[in-house]
């Protein structure tokens, strides 16, 4: 158990509002990641943070924005959803022993109305 | 084309029979990785690999640095085992994702 939370677990939206999820972890570790997965494409990377203020795009960014204020914890955010954005997001953490072994949180399902 | 190449895409199976999943990658890596996805949608790391074969239970994963080519073998597969299966390289120091392989072992 790594100790990621993922928070809300469901949620449903309508189009045009903004939805933020986020991510905690107790063990302090500096990589933090959001995915999307869809069926067909498994799972892609939205945005990664490599410390606090430390972010990055991934390679399905658009649309989305991040956070990291604190080491624990990792905000992505929709700043106006849409329906494309109907999806299960994931949260992984790399405690950054080298190996880029990612441990994941509970995934969050999203649904866009 | 994707990097990562799983198949077969699905695989349905009886209990008991031996099974492999396979995956190929384009890529130069550094370590390729073998996860599971449980219907219930928790994703647990199962293998990292760099080289030769690695064993836990009933899992065992292989590679072949030089044919780019990886499996994960199930032996004397269970229920328990429906999963989907997740094939990752390490590359650059990014993650590329395969599409994952739906499993289902009938008892």
């Known amino acids: 158990d790594a100790g990621i939370t993922q928070s809300p677990r469901h949620k449903v939206t309508e189009t045009g509002t903004p939805v933020t999820l986020r991510c905690h972890q107790t063990?302090?570790?500096?990589?933090m990641y959001w995915y999307r997965q869809d069926p067909g494409h498994g799972l892609r990377l939205i945005h990664y943070?490599?410390?606090?203020?430390?972010?990055d795009k991934g390679e399905v960014s658009d649309g989305y924005s991040v956070s990291r204020s604190k080491t624990e914890d990792f905000l992505l955010t929709l700043e106006s959803a849409t329906s494309s954005q109907t999806s299960v997001y994931f949260c992984a953490i790399n405690p950054g022993t080298g190996t880029d072994t990612q441990y994941f949180g509970p995934g969050t399902r999203l649904t866009v109305l | 084309k994707n990097e990562v190449e799983q198949s077969p895409q699905n695989l349905t199976a009886q209990e008991g029979e031996f099974i492999t999943i396979n995956c190929s990658y384009s890529?130069?890596?550094?370590?390729l990785h073998w996860l599971q996805q449980h219907p219930g949608g928790g994703i647990v790391s199962l293998f990292m690999l760099s080289s030769g074969k690695k064993k836990h239970g009933r899992l065992i994963a292989t590679i072949n640095i030089q044919e780019k080519h990886s499996s994960l073998h199930i032996t004397a597969s269970h229920p328990r085992d429906s999963a989907v299966y997740i094939c990752a390289v390490s590359s650059n120091y990014q993650l590329i994702w395969g599409a994952g392989t739906k499993l289902i072992i009938k008892p």
């Open positions: 943070s490599y410390g606090v203020k430390d972010t």
């Open positions: 063990e302090n570790h500096r990589y």
């Open positions: 890529v130069g890596i550094s370590a």
